[in-house]
Every structure is written in structure tokens, then in C-alpha cells.
């Protein structure tokens, strides 16, 4: 029903930044949330933020807060996490996910695309 495609990930040095993209596909409904989690080898995934589709509420990872920030543009269907001061422990596999549920938790998201790598050189 909902496809999902993470975009913008590479290779940084600690301090520097990205954006990261999500374009979505599909039926989008107002009720929607979206969310960001991320996935380092050998560690579970690891909620970073959400924002409702409608509202634009956002809620960020203690981890994250002060550094990340979670948007959205509706009129392109597309969900942004900029990344900024960024650190060698963000390097993980990032992925954007979507579902019904103002949630943190990954296994309640119903939709997820393939992820984007992100590295942070030390």
C-alpha cells in the first residue's frame, strides 16, 4: 500500500551533516506516522524520531535530540532527517518507516524501506 525509499546517506567526518530523504509512494492518509530508526551491526534498532503526517508533531531520540531534526513536506510526500554534529556512534544503517501508531516502538510501524547507509569517520 505504502512504499517507502530512503535516500541521502554516504561518508562524513565527526561534525559534519546530512540530510536524509524518504519519499513515499501510494496512499498516503493524514493519519499517518512517520518514523526514523536506525541500525548499527551486532545492535537492535534504535528509534531516532517521528513526526505525524497531519500535524507535523515531531518527538526525537534522547540520543539525538538537540543535534537531529525530523520534517516533512506533504505536498512532496517525502519525509527529512537533517543530521547535523554528526558522531562516529550515529554510523549505523538508517531506516524510514510508516504506520498508524504515535510509537517509538519499531515492531508497531507497519511499512519500512530498505534503508540508507550513513558512516561517520572519527
Known amino acids: 500500500q505504502v512504499r517507502l525509499v530512503e535516500s541521502g546517506g554516504g561518508l562524513v567526518q565527526a561534525g559534519g551533516s546530512l540530510r536524509l530523504s524518504c519519499l513515499a509512494s501510494?496512499?498516503?492518509?493524514?493519519?499517518?506516522?512517520m518514523g526514523w530508526f536506525r541500525q548499527a551491526p551486532g545492535k537492535d534498532r534504535e528509534f531516532v524520531a517521528r513526526?505525524?503526517?497531519?500535524?507535523?508533531?515531531?518527538y526525537h531520540g534522547d540520543s539525538v535530540k538537540g543535534r537531529f531534526t525530523i520534517s516533512r513536506d506533504t505536498a512532496k510526500n517525502t519525509v527529512y532527517l537533517q543530521m547535523n554534529s554528526l558522531k562516529p556512534e550515529d554510523t549505523a544503517v538508517y531506516y524510514c518507516?510508516?504506520?498508524?501508531?504515535?510509537?517509538?516502538?519499531?515492531?508497531?510501524?507497519?511499512?519500512w524501506g530498505q534503508g540508507t547507509q550513513v558512516t561517520v569517520s572519527s
Open positions: 518507516a510508516a504506520g498508524m501508531v504515535a510509537t517509538t516502538t519499531s515492531n508497531l510501524y507497519n511499512y
Open positions: 513526526i505525524s503526517w497531519s500535524a507535523g508533531f515531531t
Open positions: 501510494g496512499r498516503i492518509l493524514s493519519s499517518h506516522h
